[in-house]
């Protein structure tokens, strides 16, 4: 438990690499349960329909609630695991922040503004910005992060953040 969801300690390169495979079995069952009856733009739309309310909706809701658990889980996994990896590195877990935080926050921002109440594009446009320099940028600090996470090494011996996991 502590690997997935503790936040103190090291892991090395071979223990994230396991976790990537651990998550991509359960990316895969968060897929399943997706296709088995979580489809979003219906669930929304059902959700204020006369008959939704009226409707048995117990499995629908019940898959609903099981694929947020489980995605939640996983996000929490996710800064566990990338926080010890970090360490390892000697870093702190802020270092998230470029390198996961902000990219996925600027693609969320990059498709909440295709929804029409918001028009993000001004916003941009006017520090003559675009979205493909900032999908370009996102990109950037998530492959300096994949990098940092997955291909160097851990700081030899100990540091602040515990032994070294190879010794």
Not at 63 to 75: G, M, R, V
Not at 101 to 119: N, Q, R
Not at 138 to 165: C, H, K, V
Request: aromatic share 14%; hydrophobic share 50%; glycine share 10%.
């Amino acid at each position: 438990m502590h690997y997935l969801f503790g936040f103190s300690g090291r892991i090395n390169r071979a223990k994230m690499w396991l976790f990537l495979a651990v998550t991509l079995v359960w990316q895969t069952v968060n897929g399943v349960l997706f296709v088995l009856g979580l489809n979003w733009h219906e669930c929304i739309e059902d959700c204020q329909s006369e008959a939704f309310k009226q409707a048995d909706t117990g499995p629908k809701v019940g898959l609903l609630l099981l694929f947020l658990i489980l995605f939640a889980a996983y996000l929490l996994s996710c800064a566990s695991v990338y926080t010890k990896r970090l360490h390892d590195r000697d870093k702190s877990a802020w270092w998230l922040m470029p390198y996961l935080v902000i990219p996925c926050g600027l693609e969320i921002w990059k498709m909440a503004a295709g929804l029409p109440a918001l028009d993000l594009g001004r916003v941009f446009g006017a520090f003559g910005f675009d979205w493909n320099a900032i999908s370009i940028f996102a990109a950037l600090l998530a492959i300096l992060g994949g990098i940092e996470l997955l291909f160097l090494r851990g700081t030899a011996g100990p540091n602040d953040y515990g032994p070294d996991p190879l010794d």
